[in-house]
T-cell receptor, first 118, second 115 residues
């Protein structure tokens, strides 16, 4: 089946620095990617939708200047957490939607990236 | 906006027994999809079962089945013959038809299967 990878799987950074998380579709093209954030023992919350060749769509309450999303190609979407603070520490998961017309088919989730900001 | 509610933060079941996880949702949509996802300790999201809202027949996947009550906006998951490998977080999720495929997740239920 289709595979989505994320890199890095775990990152620790100092407060005030920026961190880039990559999400790649390995054997298919994805014009759209979803970015979710999951705090410990909590649910996945949709942060934004990245669209290849256009601006990302952010959910209400998500700071677009803090969480920069770039969908540079049909196989790569990146999330950059700028000026990270300890409260940004979380688990970030990307996913590619099912193919059009196959809404019931599986979404392709990446394995996630654990971000710890010291 | 759609809300998904899972009222059981934690549940425990003995191996080989049956357990039911509850999920209710709120929507004004008529055409949508419902899912149960499993998140084991590895954190990788795994699709367990899916249901189209316009289908009255409850979905079944091996030991997993759902009880979909559209009028009541209820979508419970039944796990039969529970196995130790079923230990995980289970998330109920809602997806509106034709709205870009983003999933709206409930808060999850942590299921522990004991020997």
């Amino acid at each position: 089946g289709a595979v989505v990878s994320q890199h890095p799987s775990w990152v620790i950074c100092k407060s005030g620095t920026s961190v880039k998380i990559e999400c790649r579709s390995l054997d298919f093209q994805a014009t759209t990617m979803f970015w979710y954030r999951q705090f410990p023992k909590q649910s996945l919350m949709l942060m934004a939708t990245s669209n290849e060749g256009s601006k990302a769509t952010y959910e209400q309450g998500v700071e677009k200047d803090k969480f920069l999303i770039n969908h540079a190609s049909l196989t790569l979407s990146t999330l950059t957490v700028t000026s990270a603070h300890p409260e940004d520490s979380s688990f970030y998961i990307c996913s590619a939607p099912p193919l059009p017309g196959l809404e019931l088919s599986e979404q392709f989730f990446g394995p996630g990236t654990r971000l710890t900001v010291l | 906006a759609q809300t998904v509610t899972q009222s059981q933060p934690e549940m425990s079941v003995q191996e080989a027994e049956t357990v039911t996880l509850s999920c209710t949702y709120d929507t004004s949509e008529n055409n949508y999809y419902l899912f149960w996802y499993k998140q084991p300790p590895s954190r990788q999201m795994i699709l367990v079962i899916r249901q189209e809202a316009y289908k009255q027949q409850n979905a079944t996947e091996n030991r997993f089945s759902v009880n979909f009550q559209k009028a009541a906006k209820s979508f419970s998951l039944k796990i039969s013959d529970s196995q130790l490998g079923d230990t995980a977080m289970y998330f109920c999720a809602f997806m509106k038809h034709g709205a870009g495929y983003a999933l709206n997740f409930g808060k999850g239920t942590s299921l522990l299967v004991t020997p």
